[in-house]
């Protein structure tokens, strides 16, 4: 392995030997291609400034991505790997400049089975799951960018989202069935990982290889209906999410719960949502749908807005106002709020929550996403935060951490200092067989950089 | 109402205003349909030893059940519900003579659509299933008698079975959606209760109005493989059953666990599970059996059968060796075996399923389903105990409820001192209006002995 990977190279070479596959060359088009959502965080904002790559490839087929492949690891240049760029921690921005590989234009899906389908890595979430419920079946879970982001950029970067209440999250077991991958070798090959090897490049930001297709399994598409519920007591609200999440027979693809005043900025719902009240924005399988008020009734809530699975297509999506959504729209209308992802131990209670809720009232907004945790209904926290220096916003990381709630910063753009800790070691053997030179989207990840 | 009902009556003047509806007076016949399956009970049998019906009558349609109940009503005659009598509680034996009510004949399926089914009570399961799967649906859950055990007795008389390791049981909200049911008034009426309202007939044995139509929630008809997997040591067997329990990506159906010697009882099964050897019985979607070897590899198991869905359907079905079925092959060899149920308290590490397992030893053998219980996956135990003495299995109830096991017992025929414990008081009073003569069922309640 090299120590550092290369940061300048002859930019005319490289644009000859990939002769035949589609570039781009001009700089603003180059430079927004090199962004992502990092600018929800204040802290990496700085950081990335400034950071663009030298040219972008949209290759057309797996052919392309292997003579990109072959050109790069020739002339040593850094590749960083490109969904749709909806990634939140710079994962997809280039730290040391050099081809940006924009996966958009392989968006073949393969086939589509009952349960399974196989697709290029470019395709976008909701094209997938338009062709699968032509046969009645959808993506268990997608993030909340699901219009846009690509099943690549998900699987590389992303970790659940709407459906993970029934399922779990992308890492668990038997959420992903196989990948296939490009290697930057000095001679490039096709490798097909299944089963449990698929973590080998799951969630891996882009350094462990090119995917190039993705097999996932499918969940059933059930008429979903869009609910909203309010609150007079915040804690009510929350512990009414646990109760639906924990209620077996009720099917369910999102849970969502959001404390006054956050419900203020999701402007298309505010008639929906009084001041002061606290709301749960749910999405439900519409046969369950006729027993949600006795359990509506039993929290105290209130059943304010009811769109059918058939209605549920058009107009405003409330999935869209969920997960990493609601940050989007507090920040379209306060730039100064950013946000935190936390997992809150096991305990039907919610005391953590409570405390939480309590102990930072205002300056840590309460939301909630509930989630299925080893097979446990937990809460998951995207709180969002009144953002006034990194000192703090670490005080409080350490805070919810000292007690006991598992913090996946967001604020970082190294993979070990946010969600993942450590790099699995089975990992990090992969990728120098697959990237020997270090060239895939250097500088994101502390082992390596230490190990190089 | 009246203390106790009418034990003796003209017989020759109810068959006449049964007329045009059929009827079966031969004595042996009616004997055969007064029986169920409490024989698995030792200490049952001796209470219910001659308990026989009058007449059996067998209503082809809504019209009949309404003119049966006003008859019985008329000449005050006791009516004993039935479906396919596979009961083991002694649920749908008559403790005071009287009518036998065989649903049998109703056996439409009204409609199914996606996600839902609307059904007579007469209809098998197994023939719902079958229509369902037709459009990609079917049962959420079925108890092991799926096969001959009908709609009705089901909701009326069953908890779970096969599916509640992804539903929980039929008691919990979202899982029955409506019950359309005959009265025994003086002018018998039809009402049809839908939502929660639905708890006030459900698992009520009968007692609390004849059920003539159900709506019930479907779950996707998934591929669902069937694997044997075998354990050198119970525990890692059991721990092995947690874990698939709580991979909320694998897709199952059925996670069952048998500690040696119980799958010697599996004659069709003989040859997979070595003597000695500690079995599971699964039934796993097929897009999720590629991920299983390597969570068998981790709890030191090895995979001895599997079976894919299209072979399923043929030959043995392995659900038929799950839930209560292991009880009946066991008996089959041995019948001095009967059995308890149980619910383990929720603890990953399966602390009192290890302490019962080395506590009891031979005299209980451990039988684990996983289920799940309000959101969390746990084993409840249908262990087999080797009989001695009706003091020795209460000895044996009594110790598992002091270490914090729950026990529905199921060496009773009163509702009360089974899984219930207490009767609902909204069910007692939906009794009052329905059956205001105490004709349904009669001598199964406690409470309404005391009260009538
Ligand atoms: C408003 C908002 C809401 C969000 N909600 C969620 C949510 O609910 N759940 C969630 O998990 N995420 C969420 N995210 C993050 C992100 O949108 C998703 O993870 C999304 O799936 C990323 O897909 P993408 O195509 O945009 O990936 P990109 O941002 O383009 O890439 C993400 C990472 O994957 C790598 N990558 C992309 N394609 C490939 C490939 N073919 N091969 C190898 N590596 C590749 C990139 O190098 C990068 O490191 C949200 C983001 C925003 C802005
Ligand atoms: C080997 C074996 C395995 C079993 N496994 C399971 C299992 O896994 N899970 C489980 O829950 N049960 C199990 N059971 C118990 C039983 O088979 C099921 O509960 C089954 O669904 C009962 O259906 P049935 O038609 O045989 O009911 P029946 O035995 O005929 O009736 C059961 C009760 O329901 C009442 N009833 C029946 N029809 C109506 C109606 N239309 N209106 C009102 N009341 C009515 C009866 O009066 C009676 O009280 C098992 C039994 C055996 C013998």
Known sequence: MTTTPVKSFDLDALTASLEGIEIITEPSQVAKLSQDYHTFSPVLVPKLEGKVGDIVVRPANEAEVLKVAATCVKHRVPVTVRGAGTGNYGQCVPLHGGVILDMTRMHEIRWVKPGIARVEAGVKLAALDKKAREIGWEMRMTPSTYRTATMGGFIAGGSGGIGSIQYGFLADRGNLLALQIV?????????????????????????????????????????????????????????????????????KKEISIFA??????????????????????????????????????????????????TDAGKGTHLGEFTWNHTTLHARSEDTSITYLQSTFPADKNLQMVEHMYHHFGDEVMMHLEFTRVNGTVVPVGLQLVRYTSEERL???????????????????????????????????????????????NPGKSKVLEFKI
Chains 1, 2 share one sequence.
């Open 260 to 309: 006054s005043p956050i419900p203020d900025y999701f402007a298309a719902f505010r008639e929906y949502i009084p001041d002061e009240t606290h709301a749960a924005l749910l999405i439900l399988a519409e046969p369950s749908l006729e027993l949600l008020p006795g359990l509506v009734e039993q929290y105290g809530g209130k059943i304010t807005y009811q769109k059918t699975a």
């Open 183 to 251: 290697t930057m070798e000095d001679e490039p090959r096709v490798i097909e990982l299944r089963g449990d090897d698929v973590q080998k490049v799951k969630h891996a930001w882009g350094i462990n290889g090119i995917i190039t297709e993705i097999e996932i399994p499918l969940g059933p598409a059930y008429p979903w209906a869009e609910v909203i519920v309010t609150f007079p007591e915040f804690m009510a609200a929350a512990r009414f999410g646990q109760a639906l999440g924990d209620a077996d027979g009720m099917i």
């Open 394 to 440: 670490n005080e409080i990381i350490h805070y919810h951490e000292e007690q006991g709630v598992f913090i996946a910063n967001p604020h970082t753009y190294i993979i070990e200092d946010s969600g993942r800790k450590v790099i699995d070691p089975e990992q990090l053997k992969f990728k120098e067989m697959v990237d020997p030179y270090g060239l895939m």
